[in-house]
Every structure is written in C-alpha cells, then in structure tokens.
T-cell receptor, first 116, second 113 residues
Framework: GAVVSQHPSRVICKSGTSVKIECRSL??????MFWYRQFPKQSLMLMAT?????????EQGVEKDKFLINHASLTLSTLTVTSAHPEDSSFYIC????????????FGSGTRLTVV | AQSVTQLGSHVSVSEGALVLLRCNYS??????LFWYVQYPNQGLQLLLK??????LVKGINGFEAEFKKSETSFHLTKPSAHMSDAAEYFC???????????FGKGTRLHILP
C-alpha cells in the first residue's frame, strides 16, 4: 500500500517549452503532496506544498509562475515547468502522506527533466 | 523551523564493518525524524522513522537509529555493512504529522570489499 506514481520518469524538452509532471497516489487519498527538486549529487530541496482544492504554498525563492502546481483531486497533483530553460534541468520528486498509515511520506520514483 | 545537518558527505566502510551515519537536527517543536535511502536515479525509500515513544528505532535492512534529545542527534547505524548498502542516505526532520519534511544534504555510503 501507499504507492505514489510519478510520470514521466524521464523527459527531454526544448528550451522555451513547457513540461507537465504528474504525481498520483494510487491507493490512497492525499490532501497534501510535496514537490522537491534535486540537483546532481545534492539534497532534495522542497519547492512547494500542494494542497487539494487550494493554491500551492511555495518555498522562498521558488518562482510560482514558472513552476505551476495544480492539485485538482485527492489523488493527483501536477507540476508544470513553464518556458523551460537548461537551468531547470533537474530531478523532480513528489511525495504524499497516506493518512491511514500514520506518519511518514511515500515518495514517487522521480522525473529526470533535461532541457536542451 | 526545522533543519538537519549530516556530518560527512562521504563515508566509506569495509564490508562487514559497522556503519555509522551521523545526523543532528534543529527543531522548535518536538521533531519527527526520518532516514531515507536513495539509489541512483531513483526515488526515496524510507528506512525508519521516529515520531514518539521508544527512542531506539529499528528499520528495514538491519538499520536502526537512536533519538537523543539531549544531543539533538539521530544517528543511523547498522552492525555489519553489505555491498548492497552502497547508496545515498538522507536524514530528514518534520515538525509534525502533516508538516513538510526537510532533508539534510545527504551522505554517500561507500562499501569497500
């Protein structure tokens, strides 16, 4: 149980285009999901907290107009990287907590974004 | 606010030797503490977590960690290292059940044959 599916696992896009990454909780409902970004050989940096039915809460320094987050249902949150640039290339990971299982979050398998 | 400091970005141990990965935290509220493992180009897997209660927490793959409030530490140990333990390990802290998780910078564990 407590499976989080992230799609796509890898994506290559051209500069200036937009890319959407999906995060789904497969067997539970998640009112809150988190989006992280990880640069090579570095830690996970929290980008934003995605709340179902309301606006996401962004961490300081994260451009909310560039990284659009939509949490339209209790099982799906999406992160859209708009007008992508090479510096947006990174590993993006989502996580969600299954409220039935107490504490601890389940993470998706991540999305490797490469902007060329 | 919460933060985590992991001492040592790289740790090397011989196969069969004790593994010790250090983590110190800072939290303005009683912390929830986690250790995660990450293999290359993969997501994170929870090794163990401390929320309340017993301060010695046992996790998967033979790992355990002890919450020491007086030392603000949550070090990860394993009595005998295995080659398959080579990975990146992240200590993390949360301010509560529904709070965001903040990660340390990670420690790369190398296992020497």
């Amino acid at each position: 149980g407590a499976v989080v599916s992230q799609h796509p696992s890898r994506v290559i896009c051209k500069s200036g285009t937009s890319v959407k990454i999906e995060c789904r909780s497969l067997d539970f409902q998640a009112t809150t999901m988190f989006w992280y970004r990880q640069f090579p050989k570095q830690s996970l940096m929290l980008m934003a907290t995605s709340n179902e039915g309301s606006k996401a809460t962004y961490e300081q320094g994260v451009e909310k107009d560039k990284f659009l987050i939509n949490h339209a249902s209790l099982t799906l949150s999406t992160l859209t990287v708009t007008s992508a640039h090479p510096e947006d290339s990174s590993f993006y990971i989502c996580s969600a907590r299954d409220p039935r299982r107490g504490y601890g979050y389940t993470f998706g398998s991540g999305t490797r974004l490469t902007v060329v | 606010a919460q933060s985590v400091t992991q001492l040592g970005s790289h740790v090397s141990v011989s196969e069969g030797a004790l593994v010790l990965l250090r983590c110190n935290y800072s939290s303005s509220v009683p912390p929830y503490l986690f250790w995660y493992v990450q293999y290359p180009n993969q997501g994170l897997q929870l090794l163990l977590k401390y929320t309340t209660g017993a301060t010695l927490v046992k996790g998967i793959n033979g790992f355990e960690a002890e919450f020491k409030k007086s030392e603000t530490s949550f070090h990860l140990t394993k009595p005998s290292a295995h080659m398959s333990d080579a990975a990146e390990y992240f200590c993390a802290v949360s301010g509560g059940r529904d709070d965001k998780i903040i990660f340390g910078k990670g420690t790369r564990l190398h296992i020497l044959p």
